[in-house]
Every structure is written in structure tokens, then in C-alpha cells.
T-cell receptor, first 111, second 118 residues
Framework: RKEVEQDPGPFNVPEGATVAFNCTYSNSASQSFFWYRQDCRKEPKLLMSVYSSGNEDGRFTAQLNRASQYISLLIRDSKLSDSATYLCVVNGGGATNKLIFGTGTLLAVQP | ETGVTQTPRHLVMGMTNKKSLKCEQHLGHNAMYWYKQSAKKPLELMFVYNFKEQTENNSVPSRFSPECPNSSHLFLHLHTLQPEDSALYLC?????????????????FGPGTRLTVL
């Protein structure tokens, strides 16, 4: 089983659509969770951290379910500029700052 | 513009060459990382340096040799590479607690060096 598993997509959606990405992780000791965004041929950048209580930043909402070891990202009112690869990231668990990255989910927002 | 810079941005080298990748962070962080990103694969952690000490070597072949002379600079020395080593090499930094807590903070990435081994 992969340490962090995501649907690679691509997700092709029209502008204005709502799209949801899911991610599962295997290490129950993981304590930190993130969504990163990576544009084509660019470096990954933090989109948002994910907290147990769930958190929202504008059109983006992240949820964490520790019992199911499941993380989600919801994007509302998709914009063309949201087109990118979205990386699910968890820390390696234990006393470590090692991050484990998923392969990413490709989102293409169509006009 | 991130606070992490990498040079060179592109590198083409033969299998017998020796080259070095350089990373510099201007964020005052205490941890630095090397990652490899190949097509269709997730980012692979290669090395971790905390407070200039190497704390993680993710089973990386010895043809990759990291060096961290101070908390702001990180190098990756390359020697006798193989064509399958062609990839994007990303450097990152973060500010970590030194308490042994199982938490990780946001990592800031540099733009990467796109390496081609002929």
C-alpha cells in the first residue's frame, strides 16, 4: 500500500464547478497534513494546512478524518487559474519532520 | 518569489562528469531538504538536514553526496550519474521545533534544477 494515495486524475471541470479531491494515508502516527499546489514545471507551494476540525480558506475547504486516515480538498466556483496538480502531503510520523507526498491530482478547469 | 534559490536551473551532464547543485535559503530556517521529482512519480525525499546535521538519508546511492556547510546553504554533489537520475531536483527549507515532537511545519521549495544525464 502506498504511504499516501491519491487519484491522479485528470479532473476536467468547467469554470464555476465544485470539485473534490480525496487522499488516504497509511501511517496512523502522522500528525501534520497539508495540501500543496504545483503548477506545470514549477515548484510545489503550500495551499493550506489541514486540521482535525476542518478548515476553510476562501473557495477552498480541507477536511481530515483521522479514524479513516482520509483527507479531502473541496474547491468551489473553480477558476481557470486553479488548473494545477494538487499534492496531498503528510508527515512521516514519530519525531520526524519528514514529509510524504502523494503523486498528485491533476485539475484542468475548462472555459 | 520564494526565499529559496537554486542554481543552476538546468544542467546537462555526461555520466563521467562531476557537478554540484546549490541551494540557498534566506528565511532563517533550521532544516533543509533535497527531493527528487521524476515524471509520473511522487516527490522522493533524498536527504534531511536539521541544524546542519544530516538526519535522514533515504537510501540514496552514493553517487549523490550532500553537504550542508551552514544552516543557509545546501549542496548536492553529483558523480558518475546514470541516465535514470535525470529528474527535477528540488531543495526545500523549514523551521522545525527541536523538541522531538511529531510535527512538521510548512516546507518552502526552491524552483528546482532540471537535470539531464546523457
Amino acid at each position: 500500500r502506498k504511504e499516501v494515495e491519491q487519484d491522479p486524475g485528470p479532473f476536467n471541470v468547467p469554470e464555476g464547478a465544485t470539485v473534490a479531491f480525496n487522499c488516504t494515508y497509511s501511517n496512523s502516527a502522522s500528525q501534520s497534513f497539508f495540501w500543496y499546489r504545483q503548477d506545470c514545471r514549477k515548484e510545489p507551494k503550500l495551499l493550506m494546512s489541514v486540521y482535525s476540525s476542518g478548515n476553510e480558506d476562501g473557495r477552498f475547504t480541507a477536511q481530515l478524518n483521522r479514524a479513516s486516515q482520509y483527507i479531502s480538498l473541496l474547491i468551489r466556483d473553480s477558476k481557470l487559474s486553479d488548473s494545477a496538480t494538487y499534492l496531498c502531503v503528510v508527515n512521516g510520523g514519530g519525531a520526524t519532520n519528514k514529509l510524504i507526498f502523494g503523486t498528485g491530482t491533476l485539475l484542468a478547469v475548462q472555459p | 518569489e520564494t526565499g529559496v534559490t537554486q542554481t543552476p536551473r538546468h544542467l546537462v551532464m555526461g555520466m563521467t562528469n562531476k557537478k554540484s547543485l546549490k541551494c540557498e535559503q534566506h528565511l532563517g530556517h533550521n532544516a533543509m531538504y533535497w527531493y527528487k521529482q521524476s515524471a509520473k512519480k511522487p516527490l522522493e525525499l533524498m536527504f534531511v538536514y536539521n541544524f546542519k546535521e544530516q538526519t535522514e538519508n533515504n537510501s540514496v546511492p552514493s553517487r549523490f553526496s550532500p553537504e550542508c556547510p551552514n544552516s543557509s546553504h545546501l549542496f548536492l554533489h553529483l558523480h558518475t550519474l546514470q541516465p535514470e537520475d535525470s529528474a527535477l531536483y528540488l531543495c526545500a527549507s523549514s523551521q522545525e521545533l527541536n523538541s522531538g515532537r511529531a510535527l512538521s511545519n510548512e516546507q518552502f521549495f526552491g524552483p528546482g534544477t532540471r537535470l539531464t544525464v546523457l
